[in-house]
């Protein structure tokens, strides 16, 4: 279920409106015409931040207009990790749109069970489509995967109508053999050689 933000024109410095409890933010794109600056409520923002991020579509309601968006950056303080700017794209229904997408990993449970362990290059992935076909993720099952084996991101199924924009041959992910675990504490034999 698509997000929903509500949010008023700014027309104070982002310094001013962060002061007053605010996030400062800007939709621009073919959804508005012109950049619009906006300013949302720093505890609803915090809201929508559990459980979304760059990539994540939202309705962004600006003085009562409605406007189908996805979240394209996040500038954050580096100091305390607290958010300070958010740039929204709106998109219009007919305009394609670039985001990067989370990669959710599913079955890797089951590969420790075959003593294999995953290792993950890639946990984004770029795609390109109308908004209301973008996934807010792509999903992929690992469960099946053996020693030795790879998915590229050319390996990923995405949705009719969704475009991949990331390097085809890219490695997002592979099975490899889980080390055994060896033990620290020498042996008599070694503690001997290691006394001569």
């Known amino acids: 279920m698509t997000a929903l933000l509500k949010a008023v024109q700014r027309k104070d410095t982002g310094r001013k409106v962060r002061r007053m409890g ?4 800007i939709v621009y794109g073919p959804g508005v015409g012109k950049s619009l600056p906006v300013q949302i409520e720093g505890k609803e923002i915090g809201r929508f931040l559990k459980g979304n991020s760059i990539g994540s579509k939202v309705k962004v309601n600006v003085d009562g207009k409605e406007l189908q968006c996805v979240v394209k950056d996040m500038q954050y303080a580096t100091a305390q990790r ?10 219009s229904e007919d305009k394609p749109v670039k985001v990067m997408v989370p990669i959710i990993f599913r079955g890797k449970e089951l590969l420790g069970t075959r003593n294999l362990v995953l290792n993950i290059q ?8 109308i908004l209301r076909d973008l996934p807010e993720f792509v999903e992929v099952d690992v469960s099946s995967m053996n020693d030795g084996d790879v998915i590229l991101m050319g390996d990923i199924k995405l949705p009719e109508g969704v475009k991949l924009l990331s390097k085809e041959e890219s490695i997002v992910a592979s099975a490899i053999e889980a080390e055994p675990v060896t033990s620290d504490v020498p042996t008599g034999d070694e503690s001997t050689e290691n006394a001569e």
């Open 122 to 129: 890639e946990d984004e992935i770029e795609i390109q489509g």
């Open 22 to 25: 605010f996030v400062p933010g």
């Open 82 to 91: 607290n958010l300070i700017h958010i740039d929204f794209y709106a998109s």
